[in-house]
């Protein structure tokens, strides 16, 4: 068992980068994501589900925040778990390329909005959800914190089934 926070203290190694990605990969995102809600509001979309938001943003903070306080940054990488994290990244890049402009972390919507049926959306109802479940678990499993996958798997489960009903709710009257 590794010292609380030595990632704080050792040279950056794969582990250290891989996390610098995915804070900066979710810091771009909540910056793109904010930029489509303000839009989407303005063109006459209503929020949704706005209650249950902010959970979803701590629950995300404390799974980064345990990552880097628990991980130990010396612990090699597995090539399968990459070439699986990789894939979730590259299943990411396609769900919002395909979505574009509609893209948020919020529920926005309006009648005269579209339904994104491309790309993934073609296979999937919801596979950006698909994204971050596979990343809640996958994360924590290729930098060797089992218990945090599990946790945190269970706990995000909960938020999502709230979530993906009221989405779906908002979504019906839109059609498939």
């Known amino acids: 068992m590794n010292a609380l926070g030595t990632i704080f203290n050792t040279t950056p190694t794969l582990v250290t ?98 339904r994104v049926n491309r790309g993934p959306y073609k296979f999937l109802s919801h596979p950006n959800y698909t994204v971050v479940v596979l990343e809640i678990a996958i994360i924590p499993l290729m930098l060797g914190l089992p218990w945090v996958a599990l946790v945190f798997s269970i706990l995000n489960a909960i938020l999502l089934r709230h979530r993906i009903k009221v989405e779906n709710d908002v979504l019906v009257p839109r059609g498939r």
Not at 26 to 47: D, F, P
Not at 82 to 89: E, K, N, P, R, Y
């Open 17 to 114: 980068w891989v996390l610098i990605y995915i804070v900066a990969q979710r810091l771009s995102e909540l910056v793109y994501a904010n930029h489509n809600t303000r839009r989407l509001l303005a063109e006459g979309g209503k929020e949704f589900g706005a209650d249950h938001y902010q959970y979803f943003i701590f629950l995300h903070s404390a799974w980064l925040a345990i990552i880097f306080l628990m991980v130990d940054p010396l612990r090699p990488i597995g090539l399968v778990m990459l070439a699986v994290f990789i894939g979730t990244q590259i299943l990411r890049v396609w769900t919002l390329a395909s979505i574009g402009r509609w893209w948020t972390t919020r529920i926005i919507s309006a009648p005269h909005f579209d």
